[in-house]
């Protein structure tokens, strides 16, 4: 079938002058996902900045093109059906299960997309619930933490290229959402669990040398305690990645290999929840006919798709909380659009 561009994507390719021949081609395809993601595109951009300052997207020196192995962590929001790295069942609802191989929603998630859109290898370790550390949260439901799953992936003396390979780190919901219960004081220990699992990943053995973090904690609530969250995880990845480029050049593994210079980038997905479920630019200019959850008979165990809605690709939710594949397309056009354009000058 012939594809049929809008005028709008055909105006944002003629922008596209100054990208380099890779950058031009990345983009042309995102503009072609978001034609045929069941009209559902993005109607916010990123807002770059420095990774020294404030909360905002930035992308201090990921090259996707050099990329051949993703490793997620994360919660249900990344988790694509098994925990260990291994293969993911495919991404299709079976009714009367509303879950599509056992991700919390109709297809695949975000992670999945960019790993298909540069031909890498996905190795996904993320859980449903998880939260960054269980001791942390008393009232946590679901035994699954940030911790534990590093543990899982270090215990598999994985032989990866850190050259090579990308760590994604999506975390904050459930701390967020716990935090309701247990008290906002321990939100900023939860922060410094994000950096120190990460400097964990960055050390011998496994030398990380790309991560990308991406949060949307409140699903477009915004609280003090939440945002100061969020600004120490920012912050402190910027100490991470600027501590590591000072001592790199020095810096080899046991096999008397430099280590090399950490590449760190930062999508800020609230930009899509709040242009969403805000007043502007609101739902409708995403191609959305609700903020509801599609799938209504859903529970902490189950999820089926009796009494679901008709029209699943043009809702937000597709269970409760928890966005539709066509969601998760355009949170992975949103972070390749952050690795794209929001590049740090001296990176």
């Known amino acids: 079938m012939k594809s049929v561009l809008t005028s709008g994507s055909i ?28 009209g559902i595109h993005l109607a916010v951009s990123p807002v770059c900045g420095p990774l020294s300052g ?51 929603t109709d297809g695949k998630v975000w ?4 790993a298909d859109d540069i031909g890498a290898t996905l190795m996904d370790y993320a859980q449903s619930g998880a939260c960054t550390d269980l001791s942390l949260w008393p009232s946590a439901i679901k035994q699954a933490d940030f911790v534990g799953q590093v543990k899982t992936f270090l215990n598999q003396s994985n032989d990866l290229d850190p050259e090579t390979t990308l760590y994604t780190v999506f975390f904050g919901i459930n701390d967020y959402g716990d935090s309701m219960t247990d008290g906002t004081a321990n939100l900023q220990a939860a ?31 915004h609280t003090p305690a939440g945002d100061a969250f969020v600004q120490s995880v920012f912050a402190g990845l910027h100490a991470l990645r600027a501590n590591a480029t000072s001592t790199s050049m020095h810096s ?35 191609g959305y006919v ?16 009796e009494g679901m809605c008709d029209d699943p690709e043009h809702y937000f ?15 992975a056009d949103y972070v390749e659009e952050v690795l794209r354009r929001c590049v740090e000058a001296d990176a």
């Open 54 to 104: 404030n909360v905002s997207d930035v992308n201090a020196g990921i090259d996707l093109k050099t990329i051949k192995t993703i490793v997620a962590f994360g919660d249900s929001y990344t988790d694509g059906g098994r925990e260990d790295g291994g293969p993911l069942a495919p991404p299709v609802v079976i009714p009367p299960e509303a879950l599509a191989g056992g991700r919390s």
């Open 11 to 38: 105006f944002a390719i003629s922008l596209l002058s100054s990208f380099s021949f890779y950058e031009k081609g990345l983009a042309y395809r995102t503009l072609l996902r978001q034609d045929r993601n069941n």
């Open 191 to 221: 922060a410094q669990v994000i950096i120190d699992q990460i400097r964990i990943l960055t050390s011998p053995p496994t030398n990380a040398r790309a991560v990308l973090v991406t949060d949307v904690y409140g699903r477009g609530t």
């Open 290 to 305: 609700s903020t509801d959850a599609c799938i209504v008979d859903c529970s902490l165990t189950e999820c089926t798709t």
């Open 317 to 331: 939710y597709y269970i409760d909380g928890h966005p539709s594949k066509e969601g998760h397309r355009i949170m």
């Open 252 to 286: 080899e593994d046991e096999e008397g290999k430099g280590t090399g210079a950490l590449r760190v980038a930062f999508a800020e997905f609230a930009r899509i929840w709040d242009g969403v479920l805000g007043a502007a630019p609101g739902y409708e200019a995403f």
């Open 111 to 114: 992670v999945e997309n960019i």
